[in-house]
């Protein structure tokens, strides 16, 4: 069974950054897509950001130049560095991970089939 942990949630003011932390464990073989996704309560999962396991990455148009996702395979972590938070990026952030079987890894969460419990974030004026 794959296992993700996530870490590095806080809170944090606006305008500030959060660098948040998966590690990956267990056997997922490559190729791999490993992504974050965001939830706040009572709406849907939302994708923030995809990577493959040769590190190409891909993100949704909201969090365009203000996201980068990068992966240490010595590591075997995933992470997320969040720069210019704004209130609205106030959730619970979720890293996943599934078997590429696509061009480009998904930001759909219905795609993903491994997930960790999550970390929260929480941006204030």
């Known amino acids: 069974q794959v296992h993700l942990v996530e870490s590095g949630g806080g809170s944090v003011q606006s305008g500030g950054s959060l660098r948040l932390s998966c590690v990956v464990s267990g056997p997922l073989d490559s190729p791999y897509c490993l992504a974050w996704f965001r939830q706040v309560p009572g709406e849907e999962r939302e994708g923030v950001a995809s990577i493959d396991d040769s590190d190409n990455p891909r993100y949704v148009d909201s969090v365009k130049g203000r996201v980068t996702i990068a992966r240490d395979s010595a590591k075997s972590t995933v992470y997320l560095q969040m720069d210019s938070l704004t209130l609205e990026d106030t959730a619970r952030f979720y890293c996943?991970?599934?078997?590429?079987?696509?061009?480009?890894?998904?930001?759909?969460?219905?795609?993903?089939?491994?997930w960790g419990q999550g970390t929260q974030v929480t941006v204030s004026s």
């Open positions: 996943a991970a599934v078997r590429k079987r696509t061009y480009l890894c998904p930001v759909n969460h219905h795609s993903y089939n491994f």
